[in-house]
């Protein structure tokens, strides 16, 4: 590349040596050339140019580097575009894609939004002309390639989150309305502050819908995410048998396959669910009740009905469903039985029959008169009719209902009475078993960690001292939560006692985060938007599921995000 004028002849730029002698001869060949004007001179030349492209000083870059901050630029608005829809799970195609057709009806929300970006950002708009016309960047395999680097970005973040910590599987599953299955893999893990986090991975589909392709499945995308199946502590399904069979189900499976113990948790909001139902099923009077509110709610969501309604409405009593680990659900339970069991009583009977007067108006009962034709005869008994004492009544309802609700939860919820459980109220500081080194041993022994005597002895008393000398930040009872995040640094001096309490956090209690995900699903997958793709379909779910890491993309994450598109298409639009 830096050749001077010859000189010596044609040895150097064609003849060249026929042996070394020659070659290396003191004052002639090499040595001489070494020295020469002109080596020296390319030498310089060489070595210039070497230190241009390691400052980014070479000529053809300082020339482009403002063309390459301009395509930066440009690609920039498009992921803000991308970004912005994928949060708010609106769609992105219209009838047309192309950047020509931007002012067009039917253009569609992306191509909308990126010429209103154009109208009020002047900068972006003068260098939208200086972008070829082959490089626009506005169709759909570019808003498909842009969303899988993105997706792409939020799930290695997740993994980077995971890390080597142990978590817990959840998975449920649901059709779309094309028929595709929709398998919705959620993690739950301590993140680097200890706190308990859930995340969706993933959603997956597969051809068939038998325990053993779904298990396949699932062990799959986690091995292709990065993440070691391995680290599974416990798993959490609905009580359908394809996931919870005891010989063929997806739980058994993954544990023969992994040659591993991994506990089944049942759902417990699937638990629940299945105790209001059988409990009220009991009582004909409750079910019809609840047909009229279910009839009577269908009628007022009638559009000419509900613009007329000016009445109250019910109120949501909790902002979401369960999401906390087992333990916690478990004391919900008891707590709930408990409360039922206070409850029944005459004199609550009475308080509830007594309030239900003051606010409804009981309907009059027609009198009734003995028939006018038994008047010449002494009537003995009508078995027609039976005059009812409707107070009678509503009390034998009342206690029916509540003796049928506690024995539902406590028949179910009581078969998960196990060393495991009873591990993980172990480490409820409020039970008397707290860091009951015998009772918390079977969690351990999932992850093979020894349980030291000595440690649990030393913890149980440092936080009886702490937990009575001072009360948790927010003023409430202490929990395993709150024990981890106020007293991390002096657990870490106990290992085996800070491990027991991540694992108890660790599990998990509902797949309430998978059907979450399932009304996303219900959201971006539209009847007008049924034509995409399950990878595009995924991935948008994910993001928009994710928001807190979608909207990364606005700042930190942005260049990332141009780096990885760079590198698929610098041939057509240079970034770097």
């Known amino acids: 590349m830096f050749q001077g004028p010859r000189h010596n002849g044609q040895t150097f730029s064609v003849t060249g040596f026929h042996d070394w002698k020659h070659a290396i001869e003191n004052g002639k060949g090499l040595n001489k050339h070494a020295a020469s004007k002109e080596h020296l001179t390319c030498e310089a030349m060489w070595r210039d140019k070497e230190r241009r492209i390691h400052t980014s000083k070479e000529i053809s870059t300082l020339i482009n580097t403002d063309q390459l901050q301009r395509n930066r630029y440009y690609l920039s608005a498009i992921i803000d575009v991308v970004e912005f829809l994928a949060v708010n799970q609106l769609p992105f195609r219209g009838d047309h894609d192309a950047y020509s057709a931007m002012n067009e009806d039917g253009c569609g929300l992306f191509l909308s939004l990126f010429e209103f970006e154009l109208r009020k950002d002047a900068e972006l708009a003068k260098i939208a002309k200086t ?5 626009t960047y506005t169709s759909h395999d570019i808003q498909n390639n842009l969303i899988d ?34 398998i919705s893999i959620v993690l739950r893990f301590l993140n680097g502050l200890c706190e308990p986090t859930e995340r969706l991975l993933t959603i997956a589909t597969a051809d068939q819908g038998d325990a053993v392709t779904l298990t396949d499945t699932i062990l799959e995308e986690l091995t292709t995410a990065g993440l070691s199946p391995e680290k599974i502590i416990s798993q959490v399904y609905d009580g359908a048998s394809l996931m919870s069979g005891k010989h063929g189900g997806v739980q058994k499976l993954l544990q023969q396959k992994l040659d591993k113990e991994i506990p089944y948790v049942h759902c ?39 613009i007329l309604y000016k009445g109250e409405t019910l109120k949501r009593l909790l902002d979401q469903r369960w999401t906390g ?36 108006k009981r309907p009059s009962k027609r009198k009734r008169f003995q028939n006018t034709a038994f008047a010449d005869y002494v009537v003995e008994d009508i078995s027609t009719y039976v005059d009812t004492n409707e107070e009678t009544e509503l009390r034998r309802i009342f206690y029916s209902c509540i003796d ?20 993980l109220t172990a480490l409820d500081p409020v039970q008397g078993t707290f860091l009951d080194v015998s009772k918390v041993k079977p969690l351990l022994d999932l992850t093979k960690t020894p349980a030291l005597d000595s440690e649990f002895e030393v913890a149980r008393k440092f ?57 996303t699903l219900k959201n971006v997958f539209t009847e007008h938007r049924q034509s995409m793709l399950h990878q595009r379909k995924a991935n948008l779910i994910q993001l928009a599921f994710e928001k807190d890491l979608t909207q990364k993309f606005r700042d930190e994450w942005k260049d990332m995000a141009l780096r990885r598109f760079h590198t698929v298409h610098r041939r057509r639009l240079p970034l770097y």
Not at 275 to 300: P, T
């Open 325 to 360: 680990h087992s333990a916690t659900g478990l004391q919900l339970v008891r707590s709930a039985c408990t409360c039922l069991e206070n409850i029944r009583t005459e004199t609550e009977f009475q308080a509830i029959l007594a309030h239900c007067d003051s606010v409804t």
């Open 149 to 182: 680097v993105m997706s792409a970005l939020v799930r290695e973040h997740i993994v980077k989150e995971v890390g080597e910590s142990f978590y817990t599987l959840k998975v449920d599953g649901t059709r779309d309305p094309t028929g595709r299955e929709n």
């Open 268 to 306: 417990y909001n699937h638990q629940l669910h299945l105790v209001v139902i059988h409990a009220l099923a009991v009582e004909k009077a409750v079910m019809d009740f609840f047909s009229v509110c279910n009839m009577l709610y269908k009628f007022c969501r009638k559009p000419t009905v509900a």
């Open 404 to 423: 049928s609700v506690c024995g539902e939860m406590k028949d179910r919820f009581g078969k998960n009475n196990c060393e495991l459980m009873e591990a």
């Open 463 to 519: 936080l009886r001292a702490q937990m009575e000398e001072s009360s948790p930040p927010d003023g409430e009872k202490w929990t395993m939560k709150q024990i981890l995040k106020q007293f991390q640094r002096p657990l870490e001096a106990m290992p085996t006692v800070l491990t027991a309490f991540k694992h108890g956090l660790t599990f998990g209690a509902s797949t309430a985060s998978c059907e979450n995900s399932f009304s």
């Open 131 to 135: 972008i070829p016309r082959n490089a």
